[in-house]
Structures are given as structure tokens and as C-alpha cells.
């Protein structure tokens, strides 16, 4: 695809990801019935998949999953690498937002008689 994926419209890019996926499950030789039990999906759903009509994304992972295609997604899983002065930062941060338990004067005073009868 040398098109910019930015400048396509959505209904394109499912189009193309429709295409894609049909053109997969055919060079593994795999039915649309096949693909949808595997997926534990209908084969509509199959069908509207390969026709551009992603109306699930659970059903899409499903897809992806049963036809070995779930490296398209690892971008977007990668977690953000923070360079040691972020990790500092960001430690520093969530030791403030801590709250800290008031005690009830009950408990106080619980905690004064037992250090004062304590030998």
C-alpha cells in the first residue's frame, strides 16, 4: 500500500483490511466456515469482515488471532520506555498522591493505653 494511511478514509482502510484478511485465509487455504469456527464467530460475520464491515474489534482479533496476523498490532501494545530521569519523576509523583489514613481518637487513645500498660 503506498498510499498514506492518513489521507484514506475509514470506510477505505476496512475495505483494504476486508481484502487483506480474505486474501490470507485463501493462501492458507482455509473456508470462511472453517475460519468462523475457529473464531468462535458466524460466518456473516466472516463475510462482512472480508467486505470492509468491521463492526467488532473483538471479532476482528478473533480473525487476526486464528490466522497468525496478531503482529500487525504489537505497536500498538509496546509500552513507552521511560528514561531513568521519567521513572524518578514518575515515582516521586505516585509517593505524593498517596493518601495517608487519619486515626480516630479512639484508636489513639487504644494505642496510648497499650504503651503505657505495656511493662
Keep these: 500500500m503506498d ?5 484514506l478514509a475509514d470506510a477505505e ?3 483494504r483490511m476486508g481484502m487483506r484478511i480474505r486474501q490470507l485465509r485463501l493462501r492458507q ?5 472453517s ?8 460466518v456473516s460475520s466472516i463475510k462482512k ?5 468491521i463492526g467488532s ?3 476482528l482479533l478473533r480473525v487476526l488471532r486464528v490466522l497468525g496476523e496478531l ?5 500498538l501494545l509496546k509500552e513507552e520506555e521511560l528514561s531513568p530521569n521519567e521513572y524518578l519523576k ?9 493518601r495517608k489514613r487519619a486515626r480516630s481518637d479512639k484508636s489513639q487513645s487504644i494505642a496510648n493505653n497499650q504503651e503505657e500498660s505495656e511493662w
Excluded at 487455504?29 to 466456515?33: A, G, R, S, V, W
Excluded at 469482515?49 to 464491515?53: A, M, R, S, V
Design 90 to 98: 514518575f515515582v516521586e509523583s505516585t509517593k505524593k498522591r498517596q
Design 29 to 33: 487455504n482455509i473456508t470462511q466456515m
Design 35 to 42: 475460519l468462523a469456527e475457529q473464531s468462535q464467530i458466524s
Design 71 to 75: 503482529d500487525a498490532l504489537t505497536s
Design 49 to 53: 469482515i472480508e467486505n470492509g464491515e
Design 13 to 15: 482502510i476496512c475495505r
Design 3 to 7: 498510499d498514506n494511511i492518513y489521507i
Design 57 to 59: 474489534f473483538d471479532s
